[in-house]
């Protein structure tokens, strides 16, 4: 099992934390990312800079990933695409997405696109807050006690 992080969007806290788990629980996680990022120093966390356009850093994570891994993302059509690939995607405020929820997710996004792209002003979403990064860390912390044993 890996972890995956679509980097460019991800919070830094968000980030600082996974570097904190890669190193406790000793799992591969990689940085996707269009742009350098300095990572901390160990054999459980890398980067893999992709070039810049649309979709690229989405398209190299579904291509790399395996059945079982985790990959963490906002983007709603790559959690789809991970989800059908046999992998787990959570979001950033602590929210798995599920084949369940997947459908939902997608037509709410696709309608404030729509609403949007007809100039309908539309408000984002909230601030991100410490309940969304506790929730996170509580999710996160559950899945790897759940699906990761250590490499030792």
Not at 85 to 114: I, V
Request: aromatic share 8%; net charge neutral.
């Amino acid at each position: 099992m890996r972890i995956w992080v679509d980097a460019d969007a991800c919070p830094v806290v968000i980030k600082e934390m996974l570097y904190r788990a890669a190193i406790r629980v000793q799992v591969s996680t990689t940085f996707v990312a269009n742009t350098y990022l300095k990572l901390p120093p160990s054999p459980f966390i890398q980067l893999l800079t992709v070039p810049k356009g649309f979709d690229v850093a989405d398209n190299r994570i579904v291509q790399e990933l395996t059945a079982g891994d985790l990959v963490i993302t906002a983007d709603i059509p790559l959690a789809g695409l991970v989800i059908a690939k046999g992998g787990f995607a959570l979001n950033p405020r602590g929210e798995f997405y599920s084949t369940a929820n997947m459908a939902e997710r997608l037509a709410m996004r696709n309608l404030m696109e729509e609403l949007r792209s007809n100039g309908i002003e539309t408000s984002g979403p909230s601030a991100f807050n410490l309940a969304d990064r506790q929730l996170f860390a509580s999710q996160l912390d559950r899945f790897l006690a759940k699906h990761h044993t250590l490499n030792t």
